[in-house]
């Protein structure tokens, strides 16, 4: 069976990375072996891991709804608000590991009947593929140099970022030496999408600098700069095709 003809509610795939105890550098990305899976189990990923976990391992998707709806309480606050977002940003993940089908591709009656045999809720699954339309479009931006600024300074940028695609982006994430983890997780947190790239540990040079433009539109640079007193400020500066 070609990888375009699985069924969607048997469609795997794998997605960000977490933190694990005692592993900074995150090397294993979390599988979802469903969309169903992922949605249930993004009820619980900000507050309660190990209910996160025990939905990823669910057998099935009937068990991981089940386990879902026994642990309504413990659902991040915020669900009902985000989970339109949730649902979107995940099927962002699958398309991505669906790439020989075209059935991403659809506008988003088609997006939300082809979701039609996982049972979400119709308005849901509308919603979330019209969501989904925008964020498929959205420019994979990179940010280099943040764990050398300010928190401050670095929020202000990526929520200017964010406003300004309104809501719409991709991160693309740098895994080498100064990977900006911080950026990385408030991603997480917000439903972008994460790709990928670099190796772990790898140095930044000149001539990796030069292939971020394959990996990304936009790069945002955060540079330290010596003022004429001699004090050091941040400059935020920008590169790549988005330019």
Request: positive net charge.
């Amino acid at each position: 069976m070609r990888l375009a003809e699985i069924p969607i509610e048997q469609l795997s795939f794998s997605a960000y990375r977490l933190a694990v105890e005692g592993d900074t550098a995150r090397k294993v990305p979390c599988d979802f072996l469903s969309l169903a899976h992922w949605y249930e189990a993004e009820r619980f990923r900000a507050f309660e891991m190990a209910l996160f976990q025990e939905v990823l391992m669910s057998p099935s998707i009937r068990e991981a709804r089940k386990l879902g709806q026994k642990n309504r309480k413990y659902w991040r606050g915020d669900w009902l608000a985000v989970q339109v977002r949730a649902l979107a940003c995940g099927m962002v993940y699958a398309a991505r590991c669906d790439a020989l089908s075209e059935r991403w591709a659809g506008n988003a009656q088609d997006l939300a009947r082809m979701l039609g045999s996982l049972e979400f809720p119709e308005r849901l699954a509308l919603a979330a593929a019209s969501e989904f339309t925008r964020q498929r479009q959205g420019k994979r931006i990179a940010f280099l140099g943040a764990p050398g600024a300010p928190a401050e300074v670095v929020g202000r940028r990526v929520n200017l970022v964010h406003k300004k695609a309104e809501g719409a982006w991709q991160l693309a994430h740098w895994l080498g030496r100064h990977a900006s983890w911080i950026i990385h997780d408030w991603a997480v947190k917000n439903f972008i999408p994460i790709t990928y790239f670099g190796e772990e540990q790898g140095r930044i040079s000149t001539s990796l600098l030069s292939k971020f433009p394959e990996e990304s539109d936009l790069v945002i640079i955060f540079e330290m700069r010596k003022s004429k007193c001699g004090a050091g400020s941040v400059h935020c500066g920008t590169g790549g095709r988005g330019t």
